[in-house]
């Protein structure tokens, strides 16, 4: 199994609606990964998780929560969200932080109206 | 300097011929190295590790040069399939993955 999944693959919240993008992936990785990516644009990277611990937060705003509740797992809290946050959300997992190819999932295409 | 820098393209290159792409990096401490695909709408699909001796997957040629820090990315005999964005990636400092922004490519038929 060399997937990462993600759900939901589609998400349109208000500005005021509270919602949780979800990551899972069964590599045995212990490198996950939160990224941002507008169009026609690269990914950016949000967050970094090792070993279930966050390493790494890209001076992200507080609206956007990271959560690891297991190794497995790889949850981003969204509470008051802007219209410029409408992006591809993109997921990706490593055997670990360093020199690793990291696996992405199929990503959440959000849209905040 | 950027930290990863791409010729974004497009690259207009005709069915069957041979295209090639480098990517630069300013972290003279990377030591990992990957192209990655991109088609429209989709994730970035692992396409290639570099090493430092060069790798070659069929029709797909990495290469890695220190002294000049770049990667370079070579596609012999190109089908209509290869069309894409192909995105460098190198471990930058405190090992955070660090992507280029990209080079389209058109195959043209």
């Known amino acids: 199994d060399t997937e990462v999944t993600q759900t939901p693959k589609h998400l349109v919240m208000g500005m005021t609606n509270k919602k949780s993008l979800k990551c899972e992936q069964h590599?045995?990785?212990?490198?996950m990964y939160w990224y941002k990516q507008k169009a026609k644009k690269p990914p950016e990277l949000m967050f970094v998780?090792?070993?279930?611990?966050?390493?790494i937060n890209e001076s992200v705003p507080s609206r956007f929560s990271p959560e690891c509740p297991n190794s497995s797992l790889l949850n981003l809290h969204l509470h008051a969200l802007q219209p410029e946050d409408s992006a591809l959300y993109l997921c990706?997992?490593?055997?670990?932080?360093?020199?690793?190819?990291?696996?992405f999932g199929q990503g959440t295409r959000l849209t905040v109206v | 300097r950027k930290e990863v820098e791409q010729d974004p393209g497009p690259f207009n290159v005709p069915e069957g011929a041979t295209v090639a792409f480098n990517c630069t990096y300013s972290?003279?401490?990377?030591?990992?190295f990957f192209w990655y695909r991109q088609d429209c709408r989709k994730e970035p699909k692992l396409l290639m590790s570099?090493?430092?001796s060069g790798n070659e997957d069929g029709r797909f040629t990495a290469q890695l040069n220190r002294a000049s820090q770049y990667i370079s990315l070579l596609i012999r005999d190109s089908k209509l399939s290869d069309s894409a964005t192909y995105l460098c990636?190198?471990?930058?400092?405190?090992?955070?993955?660090?992507f280029g922004k990209g080079t389209r490519l058109h195959i043209l038929p």
């Open positions: 990706a997992s490593s055997q670990s932080i360093g020199p690793a190819e990291a696996f």
């Open positions: 590599m045995g990785h212990r490198a």
């Open positions: 998780y090792s070993y279930e611990k966050l390493s």
């Open positions: 972290n003279s401490a990377s030591q990992s």
């Open positions: 570099v090493y430092s």
């Open positions: 990636v190198v471990n930058g400092e405190a090992d955070k993955i660090i």
